[in-house]
């Protein structure tokens, strides 16, 4: 077993500790959460992190306020984007908000860029950005379609552009003229462009070991497109489950253009996804998760109808809800997710109504549900939709529902990465499913490659043990929640192994668990917020995390919406764990000691 650093202590602590990229971030009492979410300085100064879609990272930051104060005026705001075609879905998606519906004249202007070396001799690349300006009052729309969409600038794509903007400022110090000229480029020129990792002044010495030394001593200080190309290959083949005894014994960087003949060999294999017919093509990888979410949806708006509405199948992530919600002709909702809301479909388009498309959760977050996937595809297949399955909480260790679904989604920053130092998601392409052709043909033309080198290769690296490290997270899982379900002071435990199992077990893997997450219930909310205040590991958002991670879920995500979330079993004091690689009797005593500490006063 792996063996993990205390947890930081202080609210607003970067989990994980010392990590210039980290992707969560500690609050360790539940009141911390309420502040949070109320925006309360007590806690929103002092945070050194955040998730990425809800806390914009400080070279982010410090990225668009150098950008805003040369193109913009000083009424403004701005959102940084990686490609004009994301810039211009902000505006959009700005413009047709329903609070600026009636104000058609509100200014918002895209500017676009080259950051460029002024030294072209220098290794360093010029790098596309575009900025969405916009004015200061209307900020928390753009912030809403940053958070929704996910198609976002990262941290390490913004640290890359400060280093040319610093080394540019640094060739140019005695030459304000040039510097003015120079700094940036209109835009123009070819797309692609290499990335490396930099130090940031902001960055204690200790935090750049592990993310900036892995780049630059392997690969050197520009990373090399051809490099992070062939990261991108590894992926794509690792999460098609198509890696061959060839690929195992080649390292990343000989992993060359892929062939016909070694395309043609991958679809053969009846590989870890349980069909033949795929291939490291039919994967598309993604900035996060959720900009996986948001482009299959775009794509199935794309080739259908866009009149008709999707369907949200079970309770899902809020932001998944909100992405059908919000784009399209919107979308009906069956939160509870059982047999019943099937009935409840089939009989909906029994009488003639049609839908476009069904998304769902295998296992659902935060209830860990399953839906009746065979029955819906059996659905899908009578009335021609498409189905669109999360396996993000499941994941491919674990469950097999490619073979039931049109497409497979998921967030590769969870445990697939495990670190909770990078961002990604992935969206695969069932090949014998009825729209294939027809999806296949829409992503020749409107797929974008929008993942940043440099987080490929994070993403490439981490992922290399995820196997190994999901077998070892599912077994502690399932110690852990067999101990609670038999607690008197626990109330309710969600996890596969007791909700839908049928469901679960009808996808589940021959080797596969029941994955590393789960939720649970108290007697009281101040119970759950005794059990949180005194429980001794990390505390904040996100899940899939190597280390345990737990989080008042329901507050996090639902805080103006508790009354309604209860409607669906969301309880407003549900504590959400994800499960880490601790040993197995820390993590037993640890729980032990904080559902004792309920008692006391």
């Known amino acids: 077993m792996l063996s993990f650093p205390e947890p930081p202590n202080y609210v607003g602590a970067a989990i994980p500790a010392h990590t210039p990229h980290a992707l969560s971030v500690m609050f360790p009492t539940w009141q911390d959460n309420v502040y949070y979410e109320e925006g309360d300085p007590r806690v929103t100064s002092k945070m050194e992190s955040g998730y990425p879609r809800f806390f914009i990272h400080p070279l982010i930051k410090q990225l668009c306020e150098r950008l805003v104060t040369k193109y913009g005026h000083t009424t403004e705001e701005g ?7 994301a810039a211009e879905q902000c505006r959009t998606f700005m413009k047709t908000h329903p609070s600026l519906a009636q104000l058609p004249q509100t200014p918002i202007r895209i500017v676009e860029l080259i950051i460029a070396p002024v030294d072209k001799t220098i290794e360093l690349q010029s790098v596309p950005i575009y900025t969405v300006l916009f004015p200061r009052e209307v900020f928390s729309i753009a912030k809403q379609f940053w958070q929704h969409v996910g198609n976002n600038v990262s941290s390490r794509m913004a640290e890359y552009c400060l280093r040319v903007l ?12 040039a510097s003015s000229q120079a700094l940036y480029e209109p835009r123009r020129g070819p797309r692609r462009y290499a990335r490396a990792s930099q130090k940031s002044p902001e960055t204690k010495e200790e935090c750049e070991v592990e993310q900036s030394t892995y780049v630059e001593e392997r690969y050197g200080r520009n990373l090399p497109v051809d490099f992070a190309d062939k990261a991108k290959r590894a992926l794509r083949r690792r999460i098609a489950g198509v890696i061959t ?21 991958q679809r053969k294999l009846k590989g870890e996804r349980g069909i033949r017919g795929i291939s490291e093509q039919d994967v598309y990888l993604f900035p996060c998760g959720m900009s996986a979410i948001f482009h299959a949806h775009q794509l199935v708006l794309s080739i259908g109808d866009a009149k008709q509405k999707s369907v949200c199948f079970g309770f899902p992530y809020t932001d998944t809800l ?11 909702f069956y939160g509870l997710g059982d047999d019943h809301s099937i009935d409840e479909l089939e009989a909906k388009l029994a009488s003639g109504e049609r839908i476009l498309s069904l998304f769902c959760e295998l296992p ?8 009746h996937l065979k029955r819906l595809r059996h659905l899908a297949n009578t ?11 499941g994941n491919f260790c674990n469950v097999s529902v490619l073979e039931w679904a049109d497409v497979v989604v998921s967030s590769l920053t969870k445990i697939f990465s495990g670190d909770s130092n990078v961002m990604g998601g992935s969206m695969l392409l069932n090949p014998n499913q009825q729209f294939y052709s027809a999806l296949k043909q829409e992503l020749r033309h409107s797929y974008e490659d929008l993942l940043w080198s440099e987080d490929a290769v994070f993403l490439e690296r981490n992922s290399r043990s995820f196997k190994d490290r999901s077998k070892v997270i599912n077994k502690n899982a399932e110690a852990l929640c067999d101990y609670l379900v038999q607690h008197p002071k626990v109330v309710s435990v969600f996890y596969p192994k007791y909700v839908s199992n049928a469901n679960y077990e009808a996808v589940k893997t021959e080797e596969g668990g029941y994955g590393g997450l789960f939720s649970m ?3 009281s909310e101040k119970c759950a917020e005794k059990f949180y205040d005194s429980i001794r590991c990390a505390k904040g958002p996100s899940l899939g995390t190597n280390f345990t991670l737990i989080s008042p879920y329901t ?8 009354d309604w979330v209860e409607k669906f079993g969301v309880s407003r004091y549900l504590l959400r764990v994800s499960v880490g690689m601790e040993e197995r009797e820390h993590l037993l005593s640890m729980f032990s000691k904080a559902l004792a500490a309920i008692d006391k006063e």
């Open 555 to 562: 507050i996090l995500a639902h805080y103006t919406e508790l």
């Open 245 to 265: 005894e060839t690929d195992n014994s080649k390292s990343v960087e000989k992993l060359d253009t892929t062939t016909d003949s070694e395309l043609e060999e």
């Open 322 to 332: 909100k992405i059908l919600q919000k784009f399209g002709a919107g979308c009906h």
């Open 521 to 523: 219930v108290l007697g």
């Open 364 to 371: 659902s977050n935060p209830l860990l549900k399953s839906p």
């Open 166 to 177: 610093d080394s540019n400022k640094d060739l140019l110090v005695s030459d304000t003229q």
């Open 383 to 393: 009335y021609h939709f498409i189905i669109v399955v999360d396996e993000t909480i």
């Open 79 to 85: 959102m940084l984007f990686p490609s004009r075609k």
